[in-house]
Every structure is written in C-alpha cells, then in structure tokens.
C-alpha cells in the first residue's frame, strides 16, 4: 500500500472538507429557519474569496507583502466574515423577506436568480480569468515551507493547519453560540416553529438576519480559507462549492448542524480520495454517488432525525 | 383605581385574506379578572387570541392594553407590557429542554431571574426535577406544565390561554384548571379560549360566547351556566 498517497488525500480531504463543513453550516442554519435552500450561499463564499484577494492586493500583492503575515490573515478574516455577513443580510432583506409567505418555489427561483447575479456581478466587476492567493510566495513563502511531516513523509504546511484548525474553532464558536446564548436559542426555537417563537415576544425577523449574517459570514470565512489552501479564485468559483456544500448538508442531515460538519468531511474525503486513487474526472460522480447511497439508506441525512411531532 | 379595563377590543374586525373571521367584536377583560371565551370549532376564537397578542392585525377597530392603543404595536412590544400566551396545542420547542423552554418564555427579560424560575418551580416541582430533559419527551400533561411555566416566566399581567383542556385526559384537565385557578389567585388576569364551556365557566370571573365571528352572548360566568339557550348550545345538556 501507498501509504504516502493515502495520507496526503487524507490531508487534502480533511482541508476541503472544513471549507465545505464551514459553508454547509450556513446552507443548513437558513434552511433551518426559512425552509429555504439558499443557492446564493456558494456565491457569497466566492465574494469573501475575493475580499481576501483584494486584501492581499491593497497591501503590495503576494511577492512584495508590506505586513506580517500573521496581521494580514487577521484583515482578511476580519473583512471577509463581515463583508459576507452583511451580503448575506442584504440579500435576505431585499429578495427573500418580502417572499417570506410565498408559495416555496418562489423564494427558490429568486435564490437561483441571486445566485446568477452575483455571479454575473463578479465577472462584469473583476473579469473572467482566474486570480491566485499565491500564498506560496507570502515572506518567502513561511505559510508553506514550516508546519510539520506526518508519518509517511507528508509534509503539512502551516497554511493547511490554519485552514483545519480556524474552521473548528468557528465551528466550536458556533455551538457554543447556539447552545448557550439567547439569541443563539432563539434560533433554534424560531428554526422549530417559527409561531410559537414570536408567541414567546422573540422579533422573529432580527433572528432570521441573525442567522443570515453568521452563515454568510462563516462562508466569507470559508472563501478566504480556501484561497490560503488552494490559490485560485474566480468568479464562478461558488458553483461547485455550493453544490458540493448543498451536498455535505443534505449528507448529514439538513438543519443539523453536526451534520453539516460530518456531511463536509466526507464529501471532502470522497472527492479527494476519488481524486488520488480513481480519477479526478470522476470525483463529481462519486460525490453524488455518496449522496444517492445516503439518500437510499438514511434519506433524513446521517445525523438528521425524521421531523415527528408529539401533540 | 381607574375603571379603564386591563384589556379592551373595541369594534374589531379581522381578515385572513378575503374571509371575514371577526365581526365587530367589543371583548374586555380588567385587571386580576378571569374570563372565558366560549364557542364552537371556526367560531374566532383562536383568532380573538392572535388580533389581543398582534399575530393577526385587526382591519377595523382598536386594541387597548394597560390604558395604551396598542393596535399598530408589534407582538414582542405587547409581551413586554405584560402578555403571555399558553398557545393551542401547547407548541413547545420539543428539540430543546424544559429549562431552555422556560427561557424562551422570558426572551424579553433576559432569560429570566432566579426568582422567576422559583415561582414557576413553585408551581411545578415537577419542571425542576425534569429540567435538563427534552421538551418534546415529556407527556401530553408534563407538557402543558412546561407550557404554563413557560407563558408565566414573562410575568405576564394577562395570560392568555387557547384551549387548555385539548387533549389533555379528564383527570389532567380537572388539575389544569386547578392550576390556573392558582395563578389566577395570585393576581393574573386571564383569557381562556375553551370548547369546554362546563369546566372553564366554573372558575371564570364571566365569560363571553362567540359564533360565526360574533359575539351573541355575553355575562357574568354563573348567569352563563344557567343560559337555557348556551346550555343547549355548547353544554350539551
């Protein structure tokens, strides 16, 4: 056996993974809440891609940077998380609130149409080719050249364990938010039954923008992480990264929010595996393959529960 | 004192889109006063309910609170002027525990005091012990506790209650309204909705009978049981 190709699979599995675990988590808080399968989501996480780049840009581009590198994750983070925040509350504001009561294929029809106009926007604003974090030649390159080996001579770059190690602290982040705060409660009352919520004085709409900015801006996040990890970026970049998150979160039940995080990590392992041991041309297929199989033997997702009600 | 009720629709009327639900309702409730809305199935009163706590909002007429036109106030502003609701069916967040549901109750106060957990304890020891629990475990009579522990957790000086006696066995009901005549000892105005006029005029201070929308009868709760035409109507006797 292979032991050097398994592990770095392994590897890049678990790195795809917590970017596809970040993005499906906010794939699954809105579905939660609205019943809406937001498939603008994937574009939001290509425009916190792209607020990085334009971080990286600002401040002298990837070969001549004019500040720490440790400083420069932080801007980046910090913009990205917010700018995609507030794309996300912009985008629950002005195309799904007013859709809120609408039968739901239209919410459904609109979020595609989102997602064709940030797309779109993006193409016009910053033209069609693909741009590159190049986080290789960040100060020579630091990100890459440390980090540590693995058994099997893998080596595993700084940049890869930030991108590991920031997708489980924001998902730690996220629990301890939902679990413990009041507002974080109150979403998951308002995600249960949205009625009964605002029976209890919960402003059921400043829980759903709630949700919308903390999902979007964990895909701002998400855009950034997969910059630093695998260089490219372009305007077309969340189609697949959507799909594929869509996928984790349907994978691992949608609603859950383990789930989401369970369903990234195997989406992320099956793509990466199919990659290095079958062909990259097939990893899509088996992707879906994943998610049929599921879909036959555990159609609630891995971790979802069927929805019964006591009455 | 001032005579101003605690509670006053005047004139209300109220639309689920092109439907007609509430004719010209006129409906008050004063201060530490029990009062039963009484009616058959689609006779408004589930609707009476949401127009009072602003989940529906009247076409016509008006909805006084405290002495204050609350008509065009939002559902959390009310609740924080001192309304609560044990809604139909109970609606609790079944995913979540007791204690978190109890929470949700008092969401416009923070979580809720020490002290208000103690009173709700108070009254449901059970709720204390099955605190870490899972709300949507519980039985149909552990439920309607959680239910009341939780409208009660807001303070509320009008509690409005939509059918409390639904699905509940007959001996639980019994110890439903004994409880809600405890609460309402301590000083709690209230609002039952109920199809069981029997038992809900019993402790009712008077009580108001609805049908189509309207109200076509209306008095203290001790005339009401002795209404020939209620009693054939909805007392089944």
Known sequence: MNWNLFVTELVAGITHGSVYALIALGYSMVYGILKLLNFAHGDIYMVGAFIGFGIVTVFGGAESLSVNVWVLLLVMFLCAMLGGGLLGVLIERFAYRRLRNAPRIAPLITALGVSFFLENAALLLLGGQFQSYDSYGWKGGELWTRGFTLPAGVHVGVAQVIVVAGAVLLMILLTVFVQRTQLGKAMRATSFDREAAAMMGIDVDRVIVATFFIGSALAGAAGVFNGLAYQQVWPYMGFQAGLYAFIAAVVGGIGNLPGAVVGGLVIGLAQSFSIGYISSTFSDAIVFLVLIAVLILRPTGVLGRAAVQKV | ?237
């Open chain 2, 1 to 237: 004192m001032t005579d101003e009720p605690l509670l006053s629709l005047e004139s209300v009327d109220t639309y689920y889109g092109p439907i007609h639900i509430l004719q010209g309702l006129n409906l008050n409730v004063r201060a530490g006063e029990l009062v039963c809305l009484l009616g058959g199935n689609a006779s408004g009163k589930s609707t009476t309910l949401k127009t009072v706590l602003g989940l529906v909002n009247p076409r016509n007429g008006t909805v006084r609170f405290g002495g204050e036109d609350v008509t065009k106030r939002s559902t959390s502003y009310r609740i924080r002027q001192g309304m609560a609701i044990v809604p139909e069916n109970r609606r609790l967040f079944a995913p979540m525990t007791v204690l978190e549901n109890l929470q949700m109750g008092a969401y416009l106060h923070a979580g809720g005091t020490k002290e208000d957990f103690d009173r709700v304890y108070e009254l449901f020891p059970l709720l204390h012990e099955r605190r870490a629990q899972l709300a949507g475990t519980l039985s149909g009579g552990e439920q309607q506790m959680v239910a009341m522990g939780r409208a009660l957790m807001a303070k509320p000086k009008l509690l409005l209650m939509d059918e409390p006696s639904m699905g509940l066995a007959p001996i639980l009901v019994e110890r439903s309204f004994e409880i809600i005549k405890q609460v309402h000892e301590s000083g709690v105005a209230m609002l039952i909705v109920e199809q069981n006029a029997n038992v809900s005029l019993s402790i009712a201070d008077r009580g108001y009978v609805l049908s189509t929308g309207r109200l076509v009868l209306e008095g203290k709760a001790d005339d009401l049981r002795e209404d020939e035409g209620l009693r054939k109507a909805y007392l089944g006797r």
